[in-house]
Nanobody
Framework: QVQLVESGGGSVYIGGSLRLSCAGL????????IGWFRRSPGKAREAVAC????????YSRESVKGRFAVSRDSGENTVYLQMNGLKLEDTADYYC???????????????????????WGQGTQVTVSS
């Protein structure tokens, strides 16, 4: 199984930017669907942005559209979450997750379901303050 290592979290002011990285170890991420999820105190875990294998399907939750972008760099074996225009409500622990999908069977409806994913990173904290 691939191992995932997140980095790039930190503290920023409202309107600031961060780029989270999810590096894959021991296996290529090319045949994995990747999701970014977040959890903040008192709230359920939610999908933020997800990529299918081959980047054919992309999901972004409504509240981050136009501000966040997920991308895959196969050369670096890393998936990024670029976050711009950060808001207070973006404060959370962010996790990347992966599920092998060599036959490209994952569809939009399941791509954002956290129960689909088999491998999770350790998480990175994002704090947005005023």
């Amino acid at each position: 199984q691939v191992q995932l290592v997140e980095s790039g979290g930190g503290s920023v002011y409202i309107g600031g930017s961060l780029r989270l990285s999810c590096a894959g170890l021991q296996r290529s991420l090319e045949t994995y669907a990747i999701g970014w999820f977040r959890r903040s105190p008192g709230k359920a875990r939610e999908a933020v942005a997800c990529l299918s294998v081959g980047d054919e399907i992309t999901y972004s939750r409504e509240s981050v559209k136009g501000r966040f972008a997920v991308s895959r760099d196969s050369g670096e074996n890393t998936v990024y979450l670029q976050m711009n225009g950060l808001k207070l409500e973006d404060t959370a622990d962010y996790y990347c997750a992966a599920v092998p999908d060599p036959w490209r069977r994952v569809v939009m409806e399941t791509l954002r379901d956290p129960d689909l994913y088999q491998v999770w990173g350790q998480g990175t904290q994002v704090t947005v303050s005023s």
